[in-house]
């Protein structure tokens, strides 16, 4: 689509693009892709769960201001972007609680109060096929569904949303992924959750993270408008993988 290439070179952010607002000059030109026929690239969206014994889905998030994150992290090595991408989330001017390890963040969830509770980490799938999120060593005990029910988390004064960003997550497929937001719906009560069903690579995680938390967080955007510009922030830079990140949320979302 010339238009879209022509909107990639300038300053301007894509939103801006008349094709993002509906208005595709080559709309009808069977010829041409553009790539906001997308809905995840032209629509705010948001598949909020439905669960028979989870609490209605919120369209708001109280608290305090400025807005809190809990947030749960791998200590693997391997992650080399973490310490800067904290250092950056910090730096919005979010109040920070903080859990390097399983239990830890059991403990931290339990009490928080926080509107967003961030996990940066692995995950995978146990021997008996359940999902689980590696928080902390390698060698530290996993994250499971099961954690929630036993440890009685259970968020009723402010019901958070959950950020997943489970880099390199492997045998995951999407009805796994969705076994594990659903848990954080039904067992805890979570406003809604944000995660991937496929594998990611750090680049990406950071990126799509503190664009969509900033949006949400302090532009005083709804969950559907911080995830469709977060990907067309992406798109700018060239990068479609902002649509694997999924709104399991109503679109409507926002803090109070």
């Not at 300038?10 to 030109?29: A, H, I, M, R, T």
């Not at 594998?199 to 664009?211: D, H, L, N």
């Not at 977060?230 to 990140?245: F, I, Q």
Request: overall charge negative; aromatic content about 10%.
């Amino acid at each position: 689509c010339p238009t879209f290439l022509d909107a990639l070179a300038e300053d301007k952010s894509l939103e801006e693009c008349v094709c993002f607002q509906g208005n595709c000059p080559s709309y009808d030109d069977e010829l041409v892709v553009c790539p906001s026929g997308f809905w995840g690239f032209r629509h705010s969206l948001g598949l909020p769960m439905s669960v028979k014994s989870a609490p209605d889905a919120p369209l708001k998030i109280g608290g305090s201001s400025p807005p809190k994150m809990a947030v749960s992290v791998s200590t693997d090595p391997g992650f080399k972007e973490r310490p800067s991408h904290e250092k950056r989330l910090q730096e919005m001017g979010v109040g920070w609680e903080y859990a390097d390890s399983r239990d830890e963040s059991l403990t931290m969830l339990k009490a928080t109060e926080s509107q967003v509770v961030y996990f940066y980490c692995h995950g995978g799938l146990t021997e008996k096929g359940m999902p689980y999120l590696s928080l902390g060593s390698k060698d530290d005990d996993w994250f499971t569904r099961g954690n929630l029910r036993s440890k009685r988390i259970r968020w009723k004064k402010i019901r958070p949303l959950v950020f997943i960003n489970g880099c390199y997550t492997t045998q995951l497929t999407p009805e796994r992924a969705l076994d594990f937001v659903s848990g954080f719906v039904e067992t805890s009560g979570a406003a809604g959750v944000i995660g991937t069903e496929i594998t990611i690579f750090e680049p990406i995680a950071v990126q799509f993270a503190e664009e969509c938390l900033r949006r949400f967080l302090f532009d005083g955007q709804t969950l559907g408008e911080a995830v469709r510009g977060a990907r067309l922030h992406m798109l700018k830079n060239g990068n479609p993988l902002g649509l694997v990140y999924i709104p399991y949320a109503l679109p409507a979302l926002k803090l109070a």
